[in-house]
């Protein structure tokens, strides 16, 4: 293929500006950077698209909350989306707005080929809906009849006039998909669960909301201006409208997609709902939809509440911008959740790239100073250490599909197998000795063997860490671009002699962790502040689960004048056993079958050695205690807030 016909286009998801950005937002942005790096190196003509997702219930409520129009605050977050991308330098081609004009003349276009091919049709939606996924639940798919499956968060019953689209129509084409494109859905197992979910049968998808008016209109010719787009319609087009679809179409030329990069919990959309609208459309399915897993802090789920979320821009200042790309890279395999802490990021640093990588240089550095005042030749490379060529050649022969298909630490992983190459070259064929022994040309051999890979591994990582590799390039002389891709990693060519500089470390050891504790979010403090003052925001209340049980046994407990030990059922697998100390005020039948409530998610305790799963609710006086208790009976496990 000529270097012109090669075509890749790489996106992000467009984010949400309800909220700055974080690092599951950086660790996406940097995966999709390092590819459309890597698609260029290798001369494909590359197209990176980000942007914000700026419509919707979410934002407009998150905007109201603030005293701002939603157009002001997405203003404001989406420039602070585009001020980091700026500043961590990713190499994004276009930013794409959802408020962008071009965007809703294509989101408008696309509706109306979907209604007039038949795929569109208007009815009424009753059904719940979770605000903050923005995202439709059936009653059965709720928890505790009211919970979002995703995120947990109450959801909203809503019914109203509404555009359907027909997904139940395209099940089967999904299906179809899937079985005849392996790839299409990365990693696997994430698209396993994506069939399994396609298999439990599709319900027609709302694709419109009269309940409010933040969002993309109907096109005119629909002449029906009550409603405004589903905000995950409207996102989801971008990924053509940046391309002109609807208006200016000289970049559709870039589609079907290279890659679409996604985390987890977005994927359901991109895998299912995607594919189906762009076959309604009329238009290619993209090549990959890939999925990665989520981020935690030493272990934890990140939260603002918690105030642990990690913030990229000051994990970049403390440790550099291109140890934490390399770190978040290497760290996790791609799709699985990764965990972020500063002594895991430390070890890569000192380890990976101080010991492995950066020393290499140096040695190389020292080696050549010493036996040939700074000059490097591959003259007697290919004779003397063909093993060690034809070892590195065979780890890098496929080395172009690990980062295709997202193996983001095996591809690195590879990398740094040539390296321990290198070192262990240098360890076996001791050039010091052959110094000593006046074989001269051994020596310069193995030091030309050595640069030789190191050279190759920095053209490689140079996706991932630009201006680490172009130092290294600098110093030895060559340039990174498609040109030396092809020579040095794709003919397995040998570099030209040449005189390295020497420069200074590129990665200092890091002896202490360099941020220090958390610092919590402005939401924290308010919140802190708000507690000292004994209020609680109504995340910190949701965050006890309190719910309705049903006494199935009760016992008294020997020994004890206060404790009786009930047995309950809160609509779980096994009923939970919960021990009270209620004795003085009920006795065991009268509680039999009764119902109580319990505080759910207590972390379980021995009373009396017993175990306990749970807590009553209870009020208490001077007259004596009781028992809270649901006025009508409700089915053991619903909710309680
Ligand atoms: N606006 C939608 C996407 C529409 S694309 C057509 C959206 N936005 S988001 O801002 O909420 O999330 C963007 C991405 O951040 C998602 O891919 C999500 O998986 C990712 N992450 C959010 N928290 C994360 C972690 N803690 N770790 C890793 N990624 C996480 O969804």
């Known amino acids: 293929m000529s270097k012109e016909e090669k075509k890749a286009y790489i996106t992000t998801p467009i984010y949400y500006v309800n909220d700055i950005p974080h690092i599951g937002h950086a660790y996406t942005t940097i995966i999709a950077d390092t590819m459309a790096r890597f698609y260029r190196l290798r ?7 980000t942007g914000t997702d700026e419509h919707g219930q979410k934002i407009e409520q ?24 700026d500043e961590f330098e990713i190499s994004y081609d276009d930013f794409i707005r959802t408020t962008d004009e071009r965007h809703k003349i294509g989101v408008q276009k696309a509706f109306e080929v979907m209604y007039n091919n038949g795929d569109i049709y208007k009815g009424e939606y009753e059904g719940h809906y979770c605000v903050s996924c923005e995202t439709f639940f059936t009653e059965t798919q709720l928890i505790d009849g009211e919970g979002c499956p995703d995120c947990g968060k109450v959801t909203n019953l809503v019914k109203e006039e509404s555009y359907f689209f027909k997904l139940s129509k395209y099940q089967d084409k999904l299906l179809k998909w899937y079985s005849d494109d392996d790839k299409c859905v990365l990693p696997k197992g994430k698209k396993n669960e994506v069939i399994s979910f396609v298999k439990q049968g599709l319900r027609d998808l709302s694709v419109t909301r009269t309940s409010f008016d933040w969002g993309v209109k109907l096109p005119k010719s629909m002449n029906d201006d009550k409603h405004v787009m589903y905000v995950w319609l409207d996102a989801l087009l971008n990924y053509i409208t940046a391309l002109g679809y609807g208006k200016n179409e000289d970049r559709m030329e870039f589609w079907p997609a290279t890659a679409h ?48 979320v990690v913030n990229p821009k000051e994990v970049a200042d403390a440790y550099g911008l291109e140890n934490f790309r390399y770190f978040m890279l290497r760290e996790v395999p791609f799709g699985q959740d990764g965990d972020f802490s500063q002594k895991a990021l430390i070890d890569r ?22 036996y040939s005042d700074f000059n490097i030749t591959s003259k007697n490379v290919a004779k003397l250490h063909q093993k060690e060529l034809a070892e590195a050649n065979e780890i890098l022969k496929d080395i172009e599909l690990k980062l ?21 070259a240098i360890t076996a064929h001791e050039p010091w000795v052959k110094i000593k022994n006046g074989d001269t040309d051994g020596a310069l051999a193995v030091v030309g063997l050595v640069a030789n890979l190191l050279a190759k591994v920095t053209i490689l990582v140079s996706p991932v860490m630009p201006k680490t590799a172009s130092k290294i390039a600098d110093a030895m002389k060559f340039e990174i671009s498609y040109e030396s891709y092809k020579k040095y990693i794709v003919d397995n060519e040998l570099l030209e002699d040449f005189s390295i500089e020497k420069i200074p470390p590129l990665f200092p050891k890091i002896e202490e962790e360099l941020l220090k504790t958390p610092k919590p979010s402005i939401d924290k403090k308010k919140e802190d502040k708000k507690s000292n003052e004994g209020i609680i925001s109504i995340d910190q209340f949701f965050q006890t689960k309190l ?30 056993q919960i021990v009270a100390g209620i004795k003085e005020f009920y006795s065991p039948n009268e509680l039999i079958d009764s119902q109580v409530c319990v505080v759910a998610n207590l972390k379980p305790a021995k009373i009396m050695g017993l175990l306990s799963e749970g807590m009553l609710l209870a009020a208490k006086d001077k007259d004596g205690l009781s028992l809270i208790r649901p006025e009508h009976k409700r089915n053991s496990g619903s909710l309680i807030g």
């Open 547 to 576: 719910k309705v049980g049903t006494v199935l046994e009760a016992t008294e407990v020997e020994k004890s004048k206060k404790l009786l030990k009930l047995k309950v059922d809160l609509g779980e697998e096994n009923p939970r």
């Open 261 to 308: 990069l996604v985390g987890k919990d977005i994927l359901r959309f991109h895998a299912i709902y995607w594919p189906a609208f762009l076959m309604s459309l009329g238009l290619p399915l993209p090549k990959h939809i890939a999925a990665h897993g989520w981020w935690t802090r030493n272990g934890e789920k990140m939260s603002k509440s918690k105030g642990n």
């Open 349 to 370: 640093i000192n380890s990976d790239l101080g010991n492995e990588f950066g020393n290499l240089l140096n040695r190389i550095i020292g080696m050549s100073g010493k």
């Open 43 to 49: 001369g494909y003509k590359t197209y990176f698209l």
């Open 404 to 424: 295709d298909e997202l193996q983001t630490n095996r591809y690195l992983e590879d990398l740094w197998r040539v390296l321990t190459i290198a070192n262990g």
């Open 62 to 85: 998150a905007a109201l909350k603030r005293g701002r129009t939603p157009k002001e605050y997405a203003d404001e977050i989406s420039g602070k989306f585009k001020a980091l991308w």
